[in-house]
């Protein structure tokens, strides 16, 4: 049976690419982007190079938006095996710590760390129901206690955040055949990272094989390796 992923934030940049990447592995992808115009504009460039990725919207930040796409997706494929938790903001670029303006943190948060929480909380039952589930999160070398700088306080609280959801969600779902697993993309060069060294190709690798092939959970991956927390 053809799988089912969705991946969030997706109408640009690596969540683009790593919708391009599974639909050429024969999975069915549902591209999703708050801006309806942008992700329906992607998801038919995908489409005419012969892929199968369909667009749906949504808003990470809302929970009934996510509630919109799991009724959506339940009613119209009755099943989601893979979920790339894509979508971020970074918006406190030049901050110490010392500096931080909260109410950036705060709406970081909602888009780095509850969205993704929220959208684990809605559809891991039906990868339940399934017997399946990939669950891919988007991290950051920013968000690792290891290698963590200043410079941009609520990003790297957000995707430290990012990092003990998957280990807790991990925890939860040991013994079922729902896998949890963090990545770092490493400085890949993006509209929100236009100095990155590292191609967009690149940069979606280890979130495709972590939905598609590995088979560990509740881990920190940088190029297809286990990296510390």
């Known amino acids: 049976m053809q799988k089912i992923a969705i991946v969030t934030g997706a109408n640009r940049g690596i969540g683009f690419e790593v919708c391009r990447q599974l639909a050429y592995l ?3 992808v549902v591209l999703t982007a708050r801006d309806e115009k942008k992700g329906r504009e992607a998801a038919l460039k995908l489409q005419n190079e012969g892929l199968d990725v369909v667009f749906y919207p949504l808003d ?9 796409l799991a009724e959506w997706v339940e009613k119209t494929f009755n099943r989601v ?21 909260i109410d950036k943190i705060r709406e970081t948060m909602e888009t780095n760390v509850y969205g993704p929480l929220q959208l684990c909380k809605t559809l891991v039952p039906l990868m339940l129901r399934n017997g ?3 669950i891919v999160n988007f991290s950051s070398g920013a968000g690792s206690l290891s290698r963590i ?17 998957t280990r807790l969600l991990a925890n939860e779902l040991s013994g079922t055949n729902v896998y949890v697993n963090s990545m770092d993309p490493g400085s890949v060069h993006t509209d929100m990272n236009p100095r990155g060294e590292r191609s967009i190709a690149q940069g979606a690798d280890t979130a495709v094989w972590l939905a598609t092939e590995c088979a560990e959970t509740g881990r920190f991956f940088s190029d297809r390796k286990n990296i510390e927390w």
């Open 132 to 134: 399946f589930g990939r």
């Open 26 to 28: 024969g999975i069915k």
């Open 60 to 68: 990470v930040t809302s929970v009934q938006s996510i509630l919109g």
């Open 149 to 165: 700088r200043t410079g941009q306080p609520g990003y790297c609280i957000s995707k430290a955040s990012v990092n003990v959801i």
């Open 81 to 101: 095996d893979i979920l790339i938790n894509n979508a971020g903001i970074l918006i406190d670029r030049g901050y110490s710590a010392l500096e931080a303006d």
